[in-house]
């Protein structure tokens, strides 16, 4: 059985339980506390040399990590994942634009408002930038659902469970979606998918 | 024929250089100043609507973005990828590792110092935490070269490229890589693998 470290309020953790969810796979949580450094100890590292959740150790015991990673890995061969060249692509394409234009905005803004008690002067300098970069990755978004149902191929996929993830709960960062109807919409849409896998609100 | 919209100094640009160029793909290259802000103008946010460098438009008129999701799209089946799917996903976590937790620092810090007149005061207060972030993925790089010729399966391939582009002039960023000998070591073997596709030092 496969063994999936976490800490319950990471988005990208919840992208993977949601995969485990679908696709009906079972496998062991061992929660770790980032907020307690519980991913920086020497013996996390030994699992995960960047220190980081999730972390997901395979059946052979050997360790994946960065969640983007993992859920392809799971998905691979399933409907979640395109089987077309061009599609595995786009969905790669929109992955690494969570990662690189949505994650470190979005997601870090909610980190610093939502889980620490107070934000650093720096925390607070940076906070104006990073909520414009938020708001222009949303822009990316709202654009492209314009004119599609889902990101890719018009079918709820990995790319959706990647973006979905920040974006259902950025409202903890302060964002306020309400000039973004098409990714309200599709929040809708993805919902009616996700189910009841959960993210923890606050630890 | 396609058509690589690129930034001459871009390490992410590079690395899509880098595997067309081991591919023998012709392509007809454009070059945009992101210095001049020629990415974001209306008629490039038509091919890229996050106004971004590297941009590859296919031989069908679409267009594709995001460096790593390029390479591995002109990839896939080649000798650069993987053909087992455990590899791949490794592959794909030093990929999302490279954009996370190395790109961020290093190739950031390296276009503030190397390209940039002059850091805001902004920058300025961030450039200590950066460094710090940078050389903590230098670290991690370190640990796994120790045991290790290439990143995933012991040849030459994406991880590889990808960790490559920016490590390699990461030195103009001020990065001092004296300590890390395993680093060092496994950039002799990705040169002589990389040849003569060049990074430009300074548009």
Redesign the interface.
């Known amino acids: 059985m496969m063994t999936l470290y976490d800490f319950m309020g990471s988005g990208n953790g919840y992208k993977v339980r949601l995969v485990l969810d679908h696709l009906s796979l079972p496998y062991t949580l061992v929660e770790r506390d980032i907020l307690k450094g519980e991913t920086r100890t020497p013996e996390f590292l030994t699992k995960n040399?960047?220190g980081r959740i999730p972390t997901l150790q395979?059946e052979d015991g050997?360790f994946?990590?960065?969640?983007?990673?993992?859920i392809?890995?799971l998905a691979?061969g399933t409907k979640l994942a395109p089987a077309d060249?061009?599609a595995?692509?786009?969905t790669?394409?929109w992955?690494?634009?969570e990662?690189?234009?949505h994650?470190?905005y979005i997601a870090t803004v909610r980190f610093w408002k939502h889980f620490l008690p107070k934000l650093t002067p720096?925390q607070e300098?940076?906070l104006p930038?990073r909520m414009e970069k938020g708001y222009a990755a949303l822009g990316?978004m709202e654009?492209?659902l314009g004119r599609h149902q889902f990101f890719v191929g018009g079918q709820y996929g990995l790319a959706d469970i990647t973006l979905y993830a920040y974006t259902h709960v950025a409202g903890e960062g302060g964002f306020n979606l309400d000039n973004f109807p098409q990714v309200n919409a599709w929040m809708a849409r993805v919902a009616a998918h996700a189910g009841n896998v959960f993210i923890d609100r606050k630890n």
């Open positions: 040399p960047n395979l050997s994946l990590f960065e969640s983007n990673a993992i392809w890995y691979e060249r061009r595995r692509a786009e790669l394409q992955m690494f634009f990662q690189y234009s994650e470190p720096l300098m940076e930038g990316v654009q492209h």
